[in-house]
């Protein structure tokens, strides 16, 4: 019954882009008395208005063994893969690998991009 709905501050503005600029969900459980607080306002429904964005837990002892997930996704650009790719793992209450290491992370790039200055 939770079901949030993102809406992109610029869909409003354009929207015919809507479509593309605002993120799908999924439903997600609890309330504003669980751990996995959501919350609603009751008189536009049961669909979720506010809720925590992001989930983590940190192995101080293993990095590499850190957890992490949030309710969209990585990237805040739509036409990234990442725009909202989390949200499946999100409503399943599912936590991520959370890259700490550097050569775990340049062995796991699809791109990579260089800054050289003027």
């Known amino acids: 019954m939770h ?4 809406q992109h501050p610029l869909s409003a503005l354009f929207p015919e882009a809507a479509a593309l600029l605002d993120p ?7 309330d504003g008395d669980t751990v996995q607080a959501n ?3 009751a008189p536009l429904g049961p ?3 506010y809720g925590a964005i992001a989930r983590y837990a940190f192995d101080v002892g293993a990095f590499e063994n850190s957890r992490w997930c949030v309710f969209l996704g990585a990237s ?3 036409a990234s893969p990442h725009y ?8 399943r209450c599912e936590m991520l690998p ?3 290491d550097w050569p775990g992370l ?3 790039a699809a791109l990579r991009q260089r800054l050289v200055p003027d």
Do not use: I
Not at 3 to 6: A, D, G, H, L, V
Not at 24 to 30: F, N
Not at 84 to 91: I, R
């Open 47 to 49: 669909r979720a208005a």
């Open 76 to 78: 805040g650009h739509p």
């Open 84 to 91: 909202a790719d989390q949200n499946p793992a999100w409503s």
């Open 3 to 6: 079901q949030p709905r993102f």
């Open 98 to 100: 959370m890259r700490a």
């Open 106 to 108: 340049e062995a796991g």
């Open 39 to 41: 919350g609603l306002v």
């Open 24 to 30: 799908p969900s999924l439903p997600v459980g609890g």
